[in-house]
């Protein structure tokens, strides 16, 4: 099945530096392709997405690519505050019966003022 | 996001008991999913579910049971409590999109405590 890789499992960056977090895949059949944001004790919400015939998108300060031959996909974060201090998961789409997302393991990102 | 929620927020069982964590969203989305999350582990698949009376296993499957016999439920049982079962667990819903190109939307999650 799908599997998932994220590195890495925990970034410290200072205010205002670039932060960047990469996710590999298994399934070249994936087409899509989200990251969710998780504050402590909160429920994962969608920051960005793309999909299989995109190779980057952007919003704001936030940004994703997405490399298929070499199905590997990576957020980046610019400007960073310490709002953007949570935990960061990359999913991807497995094409099969229920289009289920699999997780990445996630990133903590501490933020330091 | 108040259109999937998950009862209760908080659960502290007994080892060998059943429970039951319950799923509940508004938007009749065709898809849910359940997640349980661990340090270490991100979030792994537990079941999910196409539509009604429609279920199938996840990566972790063993020791749970779902059913969904109406499209805006979905509930979570473990049949026998271990304590390995002690996490967060995550209800998330989806609606059917060209080739799956969809938000799923989580609920609040439970937090469960095997003792």
Not at chain 1, 18 to 36: E, G, L, Q, R
Not at chain 2, 23 to 35: E, G, R
Request: net charge neutral; with cysteine.
């Amino acid at each position: 099945g799908e599997n998932v890789e994220q590195h890495p499992s925990t970034l410290s960056v200072q205010e205002g530096d670039s932060a960047v977090i990469k996710c590999t895949y298994s399934d070249s059949a994936s087409n899509y392709f989200p990251w969710y944001k998780q504050e402590l004790g909160k429920r994962p919400q969608l920051i960005i997405d793309i999909r299989s015939n995109v190779g980057e998108k952007k919003d704001q300060r936030i940004a994703v690519t997405l490399n298929k031959t070499a199905k590997h996909f990576s957020l980046h974060i610019t400007e960073t505050q310490p709002e953007d201090s949570a935990v960061y998961f990359c999913a991807a789409t497995v094409m099969e019966y229920g289009n289920k997302l699999v997780f990445g393991a996630g990133t903590i990102l501490r933020v330091k003022s | 996001d108040a259109g999937i929620t998950q009862s209760p927020r908080y659960k502290i069982t007994e080892t060998g008991r059943q429970v039951t964590l319950m799923c509940h969203q508004t938007w009749s989305h065709s898809y849910m999913f359940w997640y349980r999350q661990d340090l270490g582990h991100g979030l792994r698949l537990i079941y999910y579910s196409a539509a009604a009376d429609i279920t199938d296993k996840g990566e972790v499957p063993d020791g749970y049971v779902v059913s969904r016999s109406k499209t805006e439920n979905f509930p979570l049982t473990l049949e026998s409590a271990t304590r390995s079962q002690t996490s967060v667990y995550f209800c998330a819903s989806r609606r059917p999109g060209t080739e799956g190109l969809t938000e799923a939307f989580f609920g609040q999650g439970t937090r469960l405590t095997v003792v």
